[in-house]
């Protein structure tokens, strides 16, 4: 705790001050203009690879950057989603896996979550990610883990479609989605063209998306 609380004693002394004008415009007001979906995980920081300020960034973090598909008792990212889109007019949202996503590996390797029966049933939401990506044949254990973080993504990103939110922005032509894979290690971002279903890296084709409305 010493380190979060020293952390917060830079903030003020520092980072806070330094954008003290920025905090009190934020004081009463919000105009996000992207919703960022990635994981909890810790070595990934959505506001750090994209460098963006407060405000700028509506998060939604949780094992294996899911969105489940709406249903009849939507649950807080159904929630988080809908406001985001209906209430705040975010044009963009991102779906960003990463390397090594622990859920994903969970998945990948069938590993036995029968003492992690929350985990277990979270997971299930990225089924059809599981079933595709089972089916097709992988070199290593390595590769068809970063196959399924990609899979992952789209199966994601077809959730988000089921959300009358999100449904209705893009058929108004108000909204985007994109799809996004980091690769921790070296810091970079492919990006799923939506032309050809294929991640390819982000700097290179920076108007790639996953859906154009």
Not at 139 to 156: F, G, H, I, P
Not at 189 to 210: K, M, Q
């Amino acid at each position: 705790m010493q380190d979060l609380i020293d952390g917060f004693r830079k903030f003020q002394g520092e980072a806070f001050t330094q954008r003290s004008d920025l905090f009190k415009h934020l004081a009463t007001t919000q105009t996000p203009g992207t919703l960022f979906v990635s994981c909890s995980d810790s070595r990934v920081v959505p506001e750090l690879l994209t460098q963006q300020e407060p405000g700028d960034l509506f998060v939604i973090r949780n094992a294996g950057n899911i969105v489940p598909s709406y249903g009849p008792e939507p649950g807080g990212v159904s929630a988080t989603v809908e406001y985001a889109v209906a209430v705040l007019g975010v044009s963009d949202i991102v779906i960003c896996g990463h390397s090594d996503c622990g859920a994903m590996t969970a998945i990948s390797t069938c590993k036995c979550l029968d003492h992690l029966p929350a985990v277990a049933n979270w997971l299930r939401h990225a089924e059809s990610a599981k079933v595709i990506n089972a089916a097709r044949t992988h070199a290593s254990d390595a590769e068809q883990l970063d196959s399924l973080v990609r899979e992952n993504v789209v199966a994601q990103l077809a959730n988000l479609k089921t959300h009358p939110s999100v449904a209705l922005a893009l058929e108004q032509g108000r909204l985007s989605l994109h799809g996004w894979v980091y690769d921790i290690e070296s810091g970079g971002i492919d990006a799923l063209d939506g032309r050809n279903g294929r991640f390819v890296s982000l700097l290179d084709n920076p108007s790639t998306r996953a859906h154009a409305a």
